[in-house]
């Protein structure tokens, strides 16, 4: 094909230009059609990776079966949030909470951070990886504070400090591997392109090998949100705007996974170098169960949702740590799961919270009765993201459940126990949210319930029917994952 | 590699491990300051000499922003701003003074041992200059941890950015683009703090991090 730019290409280079149209160009209705159409490009040349193939890796980029899924999903999510972004935010600017300078300012780094994620996800080379996390994860902090009020500042704050932290263990550990990969390789940037790295590995140094994942996996772990540095998560949820809350669990947590992901792909290629499995199946399991204990004393929506989402991140680490095809198959097909379920709970979030003025859980009740078309959607949202069938959550959960307890019941036990706590404690706030009588704000609103249904009408075909290519296509990763 | 250069190298890295100890012991936010910039000039020096070792011209671009960005312009107007805002000029310590200290010489004499048994089959530059590098990151870490006050907290994140740098300019060839993005990072993040600074006295009327934490969203 004699086109000028290729799929790669146009995932970096529609959000860079369209973040530099929104920070200057003015208005609400314009902007915010301009930060759709600009998201649904991307998410088209995307979904075009798809169909007209793969280009080679270079040094630069690289495409292959396992950030397909990543850049397909992230794209596709960044558009519906981006549709639900322009109802919320005319609400924030009607109520005076976002001021027309704060808008244009969010929009760009809308875009931005699109093209950090984005970035992670194609790049071919670690130390770009290293920063385009960076760059990511500077542009959330921006839009976490960007209300202005206390909380949201020392949320920000906090987030600022923890992220930072966090990088600086990812980037020592990205030095590391660099020193690992050089005398194999080479001096120069051909150390640092992860193809290369990869063929070789089994050539590296282990004892190297193992220090870089430690710092490597503390440093991306903090942001994939994992127990002991889980900190900055919740906050960073509850104090943004709650687009950002659903990009955040969605999509920018994943993006955090896939690092781990890559560099756990670098271990396992290393005969000789400790089983990355044990160290992310116990980082996993005590998420997991940590998150579901703290489910229970949450009375804020927001921050609730946002440890579940420790709670599901934990989950997908988990079976990535018990590794083999179908425990691998089962955390891929659950990130996917939990990143569309999760957006579509916090896109009904932000709009009760929007109604009711508040996000106390103590003032929002009776949903169903006042608002029914959101309410019962936060029921369908919540009974999924708990794993009830015939949801995809409870396909993922169920095997990673099936395929640990062939290989070690005990751990399958300890797992079950995380996720019946999680189920009671989301099931009780539940129950007060949809159902007596209701409280506040009883007027119908205008929200965008778009996005809401088609999240939730994947999940639940995914639950019922997955298509034999998308099966074919998701054990060819698991494969690759080893 | 001629022994000479050998100690050199280690003279500026020590150098540079010993400054982040001064800098744990200092009192007040304006000599805080003065020892970041010495911190800076070390790296800068440090930074070149490796340039000079391993006849890799592009580290002095990285030594070079060192020096201007970090030991002139970032305290200078960490200076500006503690004027203008007139912040209390205390350094609030959560831990002692020597308590801090004997952590930070357990942390330094933890990494040396990790890094030196782990990275035996290097070269005998790269894993000591790592040890070093490592180090320096841990102080840094120590010292975001026991102060309160926002400005040595930021203080202490550039410190521990600079044993990043340390560590990569030892690492043989690593390639520019991640020194100079770095550097750009701590730009951005420097610019961002800053953001933070002006917003935080705006509601707070003081930079000292724990009146925040009243303004928690969550009261347990």
């Keep these: 094909m004699s086109f000028p730019f290729g799929p790669v290409e146009l995932i970096l280079g529609i959000p860079a230009v369209a973040a530099v149209l929104l920070a200057v160009l003015p208005g609400y209705r314009l902007t915010s ?22 280009p080679a890796p ?111 263990l990812a980037l020592f550990g990205t030095i590391l591997v660099y020193l690992a990969a050089q005398p194999v390789l080479g001096e120069g940037a051909a150390a640092m392109v992860f193809t290369n790295l990869l063929p070789r590995a089994a050539e590296f140094d282990p004892m190297i090998l193992n220090l870089a994942f430690v710092f490597l996996i503390l440093g991306y772990g903090t942001k994939v949100g994992l127990a002991p540095l889980h900190a900055w998560l919740p906050d960073a949820h509850a104090e943004g705007p709650t687009p950002i809350s659903a990009v955040l669990s969605g999509l920018l947590l994943n993006v955090a996974l896939y690092a ?117 959607a936060l029921v369908v949202g919540v009974l999924a993201i708990a794993g009830m069938p015939p949801f995809g959550v409870f396909m993922s959960e169920f095997l990673i459940i099936s395929s640990t307890f062939s290989r070690a019941p005990f751990l399958a036990l300890i797992f079950v126990a995380g996720l019946l706590l999680a189920f009671g404690a989301l099931l009780m706030r539940l129950t007060g949210f949809a159902f007596g009588e209701p409280t506040g704000n009883l007027q119908p609103v205008k929200a965008s319930m778009a996005p809401l249904y088609i999240h939730m009408g994947l999940v639940l075909l995914a639950g019922i029917y997955l298509p034999g290519p998308m099966v074919a296509w998701f054990q060819a990763v698991a494969r690759l994952l080893g | 590699m001629s022994t ?114 782990l990275t035996s089959g290097s070269d005998a530059l790269a894993r000591e200059d790592l040890a070093f590098a490592l180090s320096i990151v841990l102080l840094g870490f120590l010292m975001m941890i026991t102060r309160r006050n926002a400005v040595s907290q930021v203080v202490g994140f550039m410190s521990l950015e600079n044993g990043l740098i340390l560590a990569a300019a030892g690492a043989q060839g690593m390639p520019l683009v991640v020194e100079i993005s770095v550097a750009f990072s701590v730009l951005v993040a420097f610019i961002v703090i800053g953001v933070f600074l002006f917003r935080i006295r705006e509601r707070f009327d003081s930079v000292d991090v724990t009146v925040m934490d009243d303004f928690r969203g969550e009261k347990r």
């Design chain 1, 33 to 54: 059609w301009l930060n759709v159409g600009a998201s649904l490009a991307s998410f088209l040349a995307a979904a075009a990776l798809l169909v007209v193939g793969r």
């Design chain 1, 58 to 168: 270079s040094a630069f980029f690289l495409i292959d079966e396992l950030n397909i899924v990543f850049v397909v999903l992230n794209t596709f999510v960044g558009f519906t949030a981006a549709c639900f972004s322009a109802a919320y935010i005319a609400h924030e600017l009607e109520t005076g909470r976002l001021t027309p300078v704060y808008l244009r300012f969010y929009h760009a780094m809308y875009q931005v951070m699109m093209f950090g994620m984005n970035l992670v996800l194609v790049t071919n080379n670690i130390g770009l990886m290293w920063v385009a996390i960076e760059l990511a994860t500077l542009s959330t902090v921006l839009m976490v504070g960007i209300y202005r009020t206390p909380e949201a500042l020392e949320a920000a704050w906090k987030y600022f400090i923890l992220g930072s932290v966090g990088i600086a």
């Design chain 2, 4 to 117: 000479l250069s050998f100690d050199i190298a280690h003279l500026l890295a020590g150098g540079m491990l010993l400054v982040s100890f001064m800098m744990i012991y200092q009192t007040r936010l304006y000599a805080l300051l003065n020892v970041f910039a010495l911190h800076a000039v070390m790296l800068a020096l440090s930074v070149a000499w490796q340039a000079v070792v391993q006849d890799a011209p592009h580290l002095y671009v990285t030594a070079a922003i060192a020096l201007f960005f970090k030991a002139i312009l970032i305290p200078g107007a960490l200076h500006r701003i503690i004027q203008r805002m007139g912040i209390h000029r205390q350094v609030e310590q959560v831990v002692g003074t020597g308590a801090t200290m004997l952590l930070g010489m357990g942390l330094v004499a933890l990494s040396t041992v990790l890094m030196l048994k």
């Design chain 1, 260 to 376: 781990v992901l890559r560099f756990k792909m670098l271990m396992t290629a290393n005969p000789e170098t400790l089983a990355p499995g044990p160290l992310m199946i116990t980082m996993g399991l005590v998420s997991l169960i940590f998150a579901a204990l703290m489910l229970y004393r949450r009375r804020d929506i927001k921050r609730l949702f946002a440890y579940s989402s420790i709670e599901h991140m934990g989950i997908i680490v988990f079976a990535f740590g018990m590794g083999g095809p179908l425990a691998n198959f089962a955390g891929l097909l659950h990130m996917v799961m939990h990143s569309l379920t999760k957006s579509a709970i916090f896109f009904s979030v932000g709009h009760i919270a929007q109604i009711k003025g508040s996000q106390k859980t103590a003032e929002i009740r009776g949903l169903t009765h006042s608002h029914p078309a959101l309410g019962w």
